[in-house]
T-cell receptor
Framework: GENVEQHPSTLSVQEGDSAVIKCTYS??????FPWYKQELGKRPQLIID?????GEKKDQRIAVTLNKTAKHFSLHITETQPEDSAVYFC???????????FGTGTSLTVIP | NAGVTQTPKFQVLKTGQSMTLQCAQD?????MSWYRQDPGMGLRLIHY???????DQGEVPNGYNVSRSTTEDFPLRLLSAAPSQTSVYFC????????????FGSGTRLTVV
Protein backbone atom coordinates (compact mmCIF):
# COMPACT_ATOMS: atom_id res chain seq x y z
CA GLY A 1 0.00 0.00 0.00
CA GLU A 2 0.87 3.65 -0.01
CA ASN A 3 3.51 4.89 2.39
CA VAL A 4 3.77 8.59 3.18
CA GLU A 5 6.75 9.84 5.18
CA GLN A 6 6.76 13.31 6.68
CA HIS A 7 9.64 15.34 8.15
CA PRO A 8 10.36 16.93 10.50
CA SER A 9 8.10 15.71 13.29
CA THR A 10 8.57 18.99 15.20
CA LEU A 11 9.56 22.43 13.97
CA SER A 12 10.09 25.68 15.84
CA VAL A 13 10.56 28.98 14.04
CA GLN A 14 10.68 32.64 15.00
CA GLU A 15 7.71 34.74 14.02
CA GLY A 16 8.27 36.12 10.53
CA ASP A 17 10.57 33.31 9.44
CA SER A 18 9.65 30.62 6.90
CA ALA A 19 8.73 27.01 7.65
CA VAL A 20 9.12 24.05 5.31
CA ILE A 21 7.62 20.59 5.79
CA LYS A 22 8.53 17.74 3.46
CA CYS A 23 6.74 14.54 2.50
CA THR A 24 7.59 11.58 0.30
CA TYR A 25 5.20 9.00 -1.11
CA SER A 26 5.65 5.55 -2.58
CA UNK A 27 2.70 4.98 -4.95
CA UNK A 28 3.62 6.34 -8.38
CA UNK A 29 -0.11 6.32 -9.27
CA UNK A 30 -0.90 8.95 -6.62
CA UNK A 31 -2.04 12.14 -8.29
CA UNK A 32 -3.58 14.34 -5.60
CA PHE A 33 -1.82 15.68 -2.50
CA PRO A 34 -3.75 17.66 0.13
CA TRP A 35 -2.36 19.32 3.25
CA TYR A 36 -4.27 19.64 6.50
CA LYS A 37 -3.84 21.88 9.53
CA GLN A 38 -4.99 20.63 12.92
CA GLU A 39 -5.11 23.05 15.82
CA LEU A 40 -5.00 21.66 19.33
CA GLY A 41 -8.21 19.76 20.13
CA LYS A 42 -9.74 20.52 16.74
CA ARG A 43 -10.42 18.59 13.58
CA PRO A 44 -7.98 18.54 10.63
CA GLN A 45 -8.88 21.13 8.03
CA LEU A 46 -7.78 21.27 4.41
CA ILE A 47 -5.52 24.28 3.77
CA ILE A 48 -4.06 23.65 0.31
CA ASP A 49 -3.76 20.87 -2.23
CA UNK A 50 -1.93 20.10 -5.45
CA UNK A 51 -2.54 17.83 -8.38
CA UNK A 52 0.24 15.88 -10.06
CA UNK A 53 0.14 17.87 -13.31
CA UNK A 54 1.09 21.05 -11.41
CA GLY A 55 4.53 21.78 -9.96
CA GLU A 56 3.62 24.54 -7.54
CA LYS A 57 0.54 26.18 -6.07
CA LYS A 58 0.29 29.28 -3.86
CA ASP A 59 -2.38 30.69 -1.61
CA GLN A 60 -1.27 33.88 0.15
CA ARG A 61 1.46 32.88 2.64
CA ILE A 62 1.33 29.14 1.96
CA ALA A 63 2.59 27.23 -1.05
CA VAL A 64 3.01 23.62 -2.00
CA THR A 65 5.58 22.22 -4.42
CA LEU A 66 5.56 18.79 -6.04
CA ASN A 67 8.38 16.81 -7.61
CA LYS A 68 6.62 13.89 -9.25
CA THR A 69 9.84 12.27 -10.47
CA ALA A 70 11.33 12.17 -6.99
CA LYS A 71 7.91 11.51 -5.40
CA HIS A 72 8.12 14.23 -2.85
CA PHE A 73 6.10 17.34 -2.06
CA SER A 74 6.58 20.17 0.40
CA LEU A 75 4.56 22.78 2.27
CA HIS A 76 6.08 26.26 2.56
CA ILE A 77 4.75 28.85 4.99
CA THR A 78 6.25 32.34 4.70
CA GLU A 79 6.11 35.21 7.21
CA THR A 80 4.95 32.84 9.92
CA GLN A 81 2.58 34.09 12.60
CA PRO A 82 1.71 32.63 16.04
CA GLU A 83 -1.67 31.47 14.67
CA ASP A 84 0.22 29.18 12.27
CA SER A 85 1.17 27.05 15.29
CA ALA A 86 -0.55 23.68 14.76
CA VAL A 87 0.05 20.14 13.55
CA TYR A 88 0.29 19.84 9.78
CA PHE A 89 -0.44 16.61 7.90
CA CYS A 90 0.38 15.75 4.33
CA UNK A 91 -1.57 13.10 2.44
CA UNK A 92 -1.42 11.24 -0.86
CA UNK A 93 -4.25 9.44 -2.56
CA UNK A 94 -4.11 5.74 -3.26
CA UNK A 95 -4.27 4.69 -6.92
CA UNK A 96 -5.74 8.03 -8.07
CA UNK A 97 -8.83 7.49 -5.93
CA UNK A 98 -10.28 9.27 -2.91
CA UNK A 99 -8.68 7.05 -0.29
CA UNK A 100 -5.80 8.82 1.38
CA UNK A 101 -2.78 7.86 3.39
CA PHE A 102 -1.48 10.45 5.80
CA GLY A 103 1.95 11.41 7.01
CA THR A 104 2.60 11.25 10.74
CA GLY A 105 2.32 15.00 11.18
CA THR A 106 4.59 17.97 11.93
CA SER A 107 4.05 20.01 15.07
CA LEU A 108 4.88 23.60 14.14
CA THR A 109 5.50 26.18 16.85
CA VAL A 110 5.89 29.83 15.90
CA ILE A 111 7.70 31.74 18.64
CA PRO A 112 6.56 35.37 19.03
CA ASN B 1 -25.48 22.75 6.24
CA ALA B 2 -23.90 20.99 9.25
CA GLY B 3 -21.09 19.21 7.32
CA VAL B 4 -19.92 16.05 9.13
CA THR B 5 -21.45 15.44 12.55
CA GLN B 6 -19.94 12.97 15.00
CA THR B 7 -21.37 11.79 18.29
CA PRO B 8 -20.46 11.41 21.07
CA LYS B 9 -17.54 13.83 21.60
CA PHE B 10 -16.20 11.89 24.58
CA GLN B 11 -16.71 8.32 25.77
CA VAL B 12 -15.25 6.08 28.46
CA LEU B 13 -15.74 2.34 28.08
CA LYS B 14 -14.81 -0.63 30.16
CA THR B 15 -12.83 -3.42 28.55
CA GLY B 16 -15.21 -5.78 26.75
CA GLN B 17 -18.04 -3.31 26.31
CA SER B 18 -19.41 -2.51 22.87
CA MET B 19 -20.53 0.80 21.46
CA THR B 20 -21.30 2.64 18.25
CA LEU B 21 -19.75 5.92 17.15
CA GLN B 22 -22.13 7.86 14.97
CA CYS B 23 -21.23 9.84 11.85
CA ALA B 24 -23.61 11.72 9.57
CA GLN B 25 -23.00 14.11 6.68
CA ASP B 26 -25.42 16.33 4.80
CA UNK B 27 -23.29 17.12 1.75
CA UNK B 28 -24.41 14.12 -0.34
CA UNK B 29 -20.82 12.78 -0.34
CA UNK B 30 -20.42 9.29 -1.69
CA UNK B 31 -17.14 8.60 0.11
CA MET B 32 -17.03 8.24 3.89
CA SER B 33 -14.28 6.91 6.11
CA TRP B 34 -13.18 6.39 9.69
CA TYR B 35 -9.68 7.20 10.95
CA ARG B 36 -8.07 6.84 14.32
CA GLN B 37 -5.45 9.31 15.51
CA ASP B 38 -2.77 8.26 17.94
CA PRO B 39 0.25 10.32 19.09
CA GLY B 40 3.16 10.01 16.68
CA MET B 41 1.21 7.79 14.28
CA GLY B 42 -0.82 10.28 12.31
CA LEU B 43 -4.21 9.30 10.94
CA ARG B 44 -4.77 5.63 10.16
CA LEU B 45 -7.66 4.40 8.06
CA ILE B 46 -10.00 1.91 9.76
CA HIS B 47 -12.83 1.40 7.25
CA TYR B 48 -14.24 3.28 4.31
CA UNK B 49 -17.25 3.30 2.01
CA UNK B 50 -17.70 4.49 -1.56
CA UNK B 51 -21.48 4.48 -1.40
CA UNK B 52 -24.54 3.03 0.30
CA UNK B 53 -24.23 -0.72 0.72
CA UNK B 54 -20.48 -0.76 -0.01
CA UNK B 55 -17.78 -0.90 2.67
CA ASP B 56 -14.16 -2.00 2.75
CA GLN B 57 -11.29 -2.34 5.19
CA GLY B 58 -8.46 0.11 5.65
CA GLU B 59 -5.11 -0.26 7.43
CA VAL B 60 -6.35 -1.11 10.93
CA PRO B 61 -9.82 -2.75 10.72
CA ASN B 62 -9.51 -5.38 13.45
CA GLY B 63 -12.01 -4.92 16.27
CA TYR B 64 -14.26 -2.58 14.28
CA ASN B 65 -17.33 -3.03 12.09
CA VAL B 66 -19.09 -0.58 9.80
CA SER B 67 -22.22 -0.45 7.68
CA ARG B 68 -23.56 2.06 5.15
CA SER B 69 -27.31 1.73 4.77
CA THR B 70 -27.79 5.32 3.60
CA THR B 71 -25.61 7.93 1.88
CA GLU B 72 -25.74 10.14 4.98
CA ASP B 73 -24.79 7.75 7.80
CA PHE B 74 -21.65 5.69 8.47
CA PRO B 75 -21.56 4.30 12.03
CA LEU B 76 -18.48 2.62 13.50
CA ARG B 77 -19.03 -0.25 15.91
CA LEU B 78 -16.54 -1.43 18.51
CA LEU B 79 -17.41 -5.04 19.15
CA SER B 80 -15.50 -5.70 22.39
CA ALA B 81 -13.50 -2.66 23.49
CA ALA B 82 -9.83 -3.07 24.38
CA PRO B 83 -7.39 -0.55 25.93
CA SER B 84 -5.51 -0.52 22.58
CA GLN B 85 -8.58 1.15 21.07
CA THR B 86 -8.11 4.21 23.24
CA SER B 87 -7.75 6.93 20.62
CA VAL B 88 -9.34 9.90 18.92
CA TYR B 89 -11.65 8.82 16.10
CA PHE B 90 -12.44 11.00 13.11
CA CYS B 91 -15.08 10.48 10.49
CA UNK B 92 -14.38 12.09 7.11
CA UNK B 93 -16.27 12.44 3.85
CA UNK B 94 -15.70 13.68 0.32
CA UNK B 95 -17.14 13.45 -3.17
CA UNK B 96 -16.07 10.23 -4.81
CA UNK B 97 -14.48 11.80 -7.85
CA UNK B 98 -12.44 14.92 -8.36
CA UNK B 99 -9.74 16.73 -6.47
CA UNK B 100 -11.36 17.10 -3.11
CA UNK B 101 -9.82 16.68 0.26
CA UNK B 102 -11.77 15.40 3.19
CA UNK B 103 -14.24 17.19 5.39
CA PHE B 104 -13.65 15.88 8.89
CA GLY B 105 -16.03 15.56 11.79
CA SER B 106 -15.11 17.07 15.15
CA GLY B 107 -13.83 13.76 16.51
CA THR B 108 -14.65 11.35 19.33
CA ARG B 109 -12.18 10.91 22.17
CA LEU B 110 -12.53 7.33 23.37
CA THR B 111 -10.91 5.92 26.49
CA VAL B 112 -11.07 2.20 27.26
CA VAL B 113 -10.23 1.29 30.84
Amino acid sequence: GENVEQHPSTLSVQEGDSAVIKCTYSDSASNYFPWYKQELGKRPQLIIDIRSNVGEKKDQRIAVTLNKTAKHFSLHITETQPEDSAVYFCAANLNTGNQFYFGTGTSLTVIP
Amino acid sequence: NAGVTQTPKFQVLKTGQSMTLQCAQDMNHEYMSWYRQDPGMGLRLIHYSVGAGITDQGEVPNGYNVSRSTTEDFPLRLLSAAPSQTSVYFCASSPLWGDYGYTFGSGTRLTVV
